[in-house]
């Protein structure tokens, strides 16, 4: 009997949840057990919907756009080493980041980030648009295994698909969460005809607070509460 106890108890080799996740397994994702106030965060997005700028277009065709309510500015929804002025990098170093003028224009959505989302600090937090019939090719953010961001759904129309290309789609609904593995090739495709709306945080967890959601989660997904 305790060998069965002892198996059913999860220990992740003796690691937290997150690095055993990340390290010792190959899961693409964890749908995480947030409560999140997706509504209001919509209406807040669609105010603005007309300031967002296009995102990596040789990816998206023009049909995938953002703006940052966190990050360097507003329109600036890459990485700060994609930036160049006349064929010299913008910047030399990793700038400073800020909460931009979409978190006054957006305070609920703010308001959740600041004072209820496990994180510490943000550098990248962004709205991230899809439209109706547009998407996002097949591409990979890092070259090696990253559960790094988490991806949030605020309205992901029936239609619109997050696709592994070799670990399925990713059961998106509005308001769910999912922390991803951005090394793993992945695309989207919106063949609805609503704009497919989600945010990005990128940032430093707070790790006392971001693993007991993690584990309790993962419990969850996996039915061994």
Request: hydrophobic share 35%.
């Amino acid at each position: 009997m305790d060998e069965l106890k002892k198996h059913f108890t999860p220990d992740y080799n003796d690691k937290d949840i997150f690095t055993w996740l990340q390290e010792d397994t190959t899961v693409p994702y964890v749908k995480l057990d947030l409560d999140i106030p997706w509504q209001e965060i919509h209406k807040e997005a669609l105010a603005i919907k007309d300031k967002f700028v296009p995102h990596r277009d040789f990816e998206g065709g023009g049909t995938w756009k953002s703006i940052c309510i966190h990050g360097i500015d507003a329109e600036y929804t890459n990485d700060w080493m994609y930036y160049e002025q006349s064929g010299i990098k913008l910047f030399k170093t990793e700038p400073d980041y800020k909460w931009t003028w979409v978190a006054e224009k957006c305070p609920i959505t703010t308001n959740f980030f600041k004072n209820v989302f496990p994180y510490k600090s943000y550098k990248r937090l962004r709205f991230m648009l899809v439209e109706p019939n547009g998407y996002i090719l097949p591409h990979q953010d890092e070259n090696e295994r990253c559960l790094g961001p988490v991806n949030i759904s605020i309205n992901n129309p029936q239609g619109c698909e997050f696709r592994y290309k070799n670990h399925g789609t990713i059961p998106f609904t509005n308001g769910s969460a999912f922390l991803i593995d951005i090394g793993q090739q992945h695309s989207v495709w919106n063949k609805s005809n609503e704009a497919r709306l989600h945010i990005i945080a990128s940032g430093t967890k707070d790790m006392k607070r971001f693993l007991p959601l993690l584990e309790r989660s993962w419990l969850n997904a996996t039915h061994q509460s």
